[in-house]
C-alpha cells in the first residue's frame, strides 16, 4: 500500500495552465514550451505528441548546435574574477523509482545526464546535451542557455525533448518533454556569455509517467566555488562516438575572462549545454553542478568555458522552481 501511494503522488500531473511567458527583476526570462506549431505543452496529450514526434529518424537527423564564440560575444566589461557572495551547493537527490541495477553506472556514462532534442526556428532539428538537477518540485534540467534560446534577441526553441541516458538509440529511462524553458534575460537579449544558462522545466514522462527526478535523481548544484576547482564534464559529442554515447572529460578550471571558466577538453559539437560536475561519484552517477558547456573560441582545439556559477544561476534555479508546477 505504501508503495502504490508514492506512486500516486510521484505520477501526478502538471496543472493545466503553465505559468505565462515573461522576466522578473533579477534577470531572469522564461516562455511556455511550445510545439513548432506554435500550441503550449502543458497538457499529456500535447506532451505525447512532441515525444511521438521524436521519431528515431527525426533524431538521428538531428544537428548539434554550433559552440564557436563568435568575435565580439557579449561578456562582462570586467576581466577580473568577481565571486559575488558566499559559497553555496543544493544536495544531489537519488531516484525514488528506478532500481539500483536500471542506475548502474561508469564513469563516462550517468543516468542524470542525457540528450536533449529540439527545433530551431524554421523547423531544424538541432541537439544539445543536459543533465537533472535536485530541486524540491523535481522537475528541472540543466543545460547552456544556447540550448534553450537563440539568444541576441531571437526566439525560444519548441519540441524540447530530453532523454537521459541516451545511447546508440535506446532510450532506457524513457522521454521527457519540457513545460517550461527558462534563461538569463542578458542571454536572451544580447547573447551574454557570462549568461549562458538554461533550465527546463519538465512534463511527467519516462518509463514511469513520472518526474523526471523522481526517475533518474538529480545532481547537486554549486554556486560561488571559485574559479579553480576539479571537474568531471560529460556529453554527447559529435567528435567522439558520433554524438550517439556520453564521453567525459575530467581536469581543473580556471578563470577564461569575464564571469567563465576554462577546462581541457577535446568534446566538441553536440557536448553543448552538458554539466561540469564536481565530486562526480561514478558509482551513483551523482555530482554537483558547477558549470556547464558553453562555447570553445577554436572547437576541436582541446579546450572549452562555461558560464561561472555565481549567484546568478542560483537566482534562475530558484525562479525555475519556483514558477515549477508542484
Not at 544537428?63 to 577580473?80: C, E, I, N, Y
Not at 547552456?144 to 545511447?167: D, E, I, K, L, S
Given at each position: 500500500m505504501a508503495g502504490l501511494t508514492l506512486a500516486l503522488v510521484v505520477t501526478a500531473a502538471?496543472?493545466?495552465?503553465?505559468?505565462?511567458?515573461?522576466?522578473?527583476?533579477?534577470?531572469?526570462?522564461?516562455?511556455?514550451?511550445?510545439?513548432?506549431?506554435?500550441?503550449?505543452?502543458?497538457?499529456?496529450?500535447?506532451?505525447?505528441?512532441?515525444?511521438?514526434?521524436?521519431?528515431?529518424?527525426?533524431?538521428?537527423?538531428?544537428?548539434?548546435?554550433?559552440?564557436?564564440?563568435?568575435?565580439?560575444?557579449?561578456?562582462?566589461?570586467?576581466?577580473?574574477?568577481?565571486?559575488?557572495?558566499?559559497?553555496?551547493?543544493?544536495?544531489?537527490?537519488?531516484?525514488?523509482?528506478?532500481?539500483?541495477?536500471?542506475?548502474?553506472?561508469?564513469?563516462?556514462?550517468?543516468?542524470?545526464?542525457?540528450?536533449?532534442?529540439?527545433?530551431?526556428?524554421?523547423?531544424?532539428?538541432?541537439?544539445?546535451?543536459?543533465?537533472?538537477?535536485?530541486?524540491?518540485?523535481?522537475?528541472?534540467?540543466?543545460?547552456?542557455?544556447?540550448?534553450?534560446?537563440?539568444?541576441?534577441?531571437?526566439?525560444?526553441?519548441?519540441?524540447?525533448?530530453?532523454?537521459?541516458?541516451?545511447?546508440?538509440?535506446?532510450?532506457?529511462?524513457?522521454?521527457?518533454?519540457?513545460?517550461?524553458?527558462?534563461?538569463?534575460?542578458?542571454?536572451?537579449s544580447s547573447g551574454s556569455f557570462d549568461e549562458d544558462m538554461g533550465i527546463a522545466i519538465m512534463n511527467n514522462g519516462g518509463i514511469y509517467g513520472a518526474k523526471v527526478v523522481e526517475t533518474v535523481g538529480g545532481n547537486g548544484l554549486r554556486w560561488n566555488y571559485g574559479y579553480n576547482v576539479y571537474v568531471t564534464a560529460l556529453g554527447y559529442p559529435s567528435n567522439l562516438g558520433g554524438g550517439e554515447s556520453q564521453y567525459y572529460c575530467q581536469g581543473n578550471t580556471w578563470h577564461a575572462g569575464g564571469q567563465q571558466i576554462r577546462m581541457y577538453c577535446n568534446m566538441t559539437y553536440g557536448s553543448s549545454g552538458g554539466p561540469w560536475l564536481q565530486e562526480y561519484n561514478d558509482q551513483t552517477g551523482y555530482g554537483y553542478i558547477n558549470s556547464v558547456v558553453s562555447h570553445g573560441d577554436n572547437p576541436g582545439n582541446g579546450q572549452f568555458d562555461g558560464p561561472y556559477f555565481d549567484n546568478d544561476i542560483k537566482s534562475l534555479y530558484d525562479y525555475a522552481e519556483s514558477i515549477s508546477p508542484a
Open positions: 502538471p496543472a493545466a495552465q503553465a505559468a505565462p511567458s515573461g522576466s522578473d527583476r533579477n534577470g531572469n526570462t522564461t516562455t511556455v514550451a511550445r510545439t513548432s506549431d506554435g500550441r503550449a505543452i502543458t497538457s499529456e496529450a500535447v506532451a505525447k505528441e512532441v515525444a511521438a514526434y521524436w521519431t528515431p529518424e527525426r533524431m538521428a537527423k538531428a544537428v548539434d548546435l554550433t559552440f564557436a564564440k563568435p568575435a565580439g560575444s557579449a561578456q562582462s566589461q570586467s576581466r577580473a574574477p568577481r565571486p559575488d557572495g558566499k559559497a553555496g551547493a543544493v544536495a544531489p537527490m537519488a531516484s525514488r523509482l528506478a532500481s539500483t541495477d536500471d542506475l548502474r553506472v561508469q564513469l563516462n556514462e550517468s543516468q542524470t545526464v542525457g540528450k536533449v532534442y529540439f527545433n530551431t526556428p524554421g523547423g531544424g532539428l538541432a541537439s544539445c546535451s543536459a543533465s537533472t538537477v535536485a530541486s524540491g518540485k523535481r522537475r528541472l534540467v540543466m543545460t547552456a542557455g544556447h540550448c534553450v534560446h537563440q539568444g541576441r534577441g531571437g526566439q525560444w526553441y519548441t519540441n524540447w525533448q530530453f532523454v537521459p541516458r541516451y545511447r546508440n538509440g535506446a532510450r532506457p529511462f524513457g522521454t521527457f518533454v519540457a513545460y517550461s524553458l527558462a534563461t538569463r534575460t542578458a542571454w536572451a
